[in-house]
Each structure stands twice: as C-alpha cells, then as structure tokens.
Nanobody
Framework: QVQLVESGGGLVQAGGSLRLSCAAS????????MGWYRQAPGNLRELVAQ???????NYADSVKGRFTISRNNAADTVYLQMNSLKPEDTAVYYC?????????WGQGTQVTVSS
C-alpha cells in the first residue's frame, strides 16, 4: 500500500520561503510521476508542480520562477522549495503520486502566508 507523509508546512510572512517534503513508501519499484497540489478554502484542488523519475518538471503558471520541485529517487522523496511566497499561496498542500493507474494522496500540510 502506497503511503505519503508530508512535512514542512507552516506560517511565513510574504516574501519568505518554505520547503515541503514528502516521503513515499509502499513500492518496490520506485515511483512514477510525483507532484504537489494545493487547495485553498472554497477552491478546487489545483496542480502546483510535477516531476517525472528522469527529472522533467511541470509547473502551474502562478508559481513559475518562485517554486522548485525536486526528487530523490533513491529515497523516494519529493520536495517543493517555495520562495517569494505570496498571501495567495495560502492553502493546504498535498503530495501526490500516480502509480499503476491510481492517484495516491498525502494527508496535506497547511501553508499560510501572512501579508
């Protein structure tokens, strides 16, 4: 059973930085696409960034140039470095893995950016 454990959320002032981590377990063959999504109150969950095992990345337009996704395949871990944070980045951030046709989600970690 795939499990995802996130860490690194918190409260930060606008312009600050946070780094999220997500440790995946439950696959003997590594993980396919890993990514981060976020959901603000009253909004739908939206893609923030994705990364393939070879390191190809995809970002939402709203975070390009400010956020960086990376992964450590040996440790089955994905990271999200968030710089120049804005109040509109406030949301619950969810780690995601798409594996064997199934979407798996972490429990979510709250990121709050104060103005």
């Amino acid at each position: 059973q795939v499990q995802l454990v996130e860490s690194g959320g918190g409260l930060v002032q606008a312009g600050g930085s946070l780094r999220l981590s997500c440790a995946a377990s439950g696959s003997s063959f590594g993980f396919n696409v890993m990514g981060w999504y976020r959901q603000a109150p009253g909004n739908l969950r939206e893609l923030v960034a994705q990364i393939t095992p070879s390191g190809a990345t995809n970002y939402a337009d709203s975070v390009k140039g400010r956020f960086t996704i990376s992964r450590n395949n040996a440790a089955d871990t994905v990271y999200l470095q968030m710089n120049s944070l804005k109040p509109e980045d406030t949301a619950v951030y969810y780690c995601n893995v798409y594996q064997a046709g199934v979407d798996y989600w972490g429990q979510g970690t709250q990121v709050t950016v104060s103005s």
